[in-house]
């Protein structure tokens, strides 16, 4: 079986718990303003890989991934894009007891079948915004089917990160930000409760800017400053003042 792979790199302390071994699978169908990895929009661009070639890559990192309580981490791009590629990924690293998280926008959630989230430790749900008409500005997408995906992980008790890019003068939004934290903290009255572990915050930079010109795509967002401590402060407290813990 053949995948498309953009790249991969080997992390600590982001995309997961521990050492992670981060593949990015090429091909999206959002278009975030602030995407920091254009590059990946299109499957076309990405490197036809197989199972095998993953599956030796995982094993050449195992135990540094077992040893730091770490594991794999499929993103993206949208990793359900490809969703039969992650299920058997996911499947194999579920049968060597290596921890697997997927990081996705939630916007293809209905291709993800419960087996392959049988097989998933954690989902890093990136909730791009929480009023539908700024997540469709943000993405050109509709935010429902994020919100559906969330309420189904919850009800099925699978750990979350929700995520969050916080973008000055696009996300910032006081009510913008309500929404999102009002629906992550929804989320942890669903099923046995709780699902949500953590909420991250994670402020715009501008390390994508590059990426958009050397592709020829007009960047909307060039003269967007990264956001204040003051205003990240601000945000992570509206999250906690709903009671969900943010780092
Ligand atoms: S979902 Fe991720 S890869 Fe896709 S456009 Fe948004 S930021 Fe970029």
Partial sequence: MLGSVHSW???????GPGTRLTIFLAGCALRCLYCHNPDTWNIRRGKDTSLSDVLALISRYEKIMKVTGGGVTLSGGEPL???AFVRRIFRQCAERGIHTALDTSGFLGLRASNSLLADTSL???DVKSGLPDVYRQTTKRELQPTLDFGRRLAKQDKPMWVRFVLVPGLTDGHDNVEAVAEYAASLQSLGSGGSVQRVEVLPFHQ???DKWHELGESYPLEDAQPP??????RVRDQFRFRGLVVP
């Avoid at 790199?9 to 995309?15: G, I, N, W």
């Fill in 9 to 15: 790199e080997l992390v600590t302390a982001v995309d």
């Fill in 228 to 233: 204040t401590p003051e205003l990240v402060d």
């Fill in 81 to 83: 894009l490809q969703p």
């Fill in 123 to 125: 989902v890093l749900l």
């Fill in 207 to 209: 390390m994508g800017r």
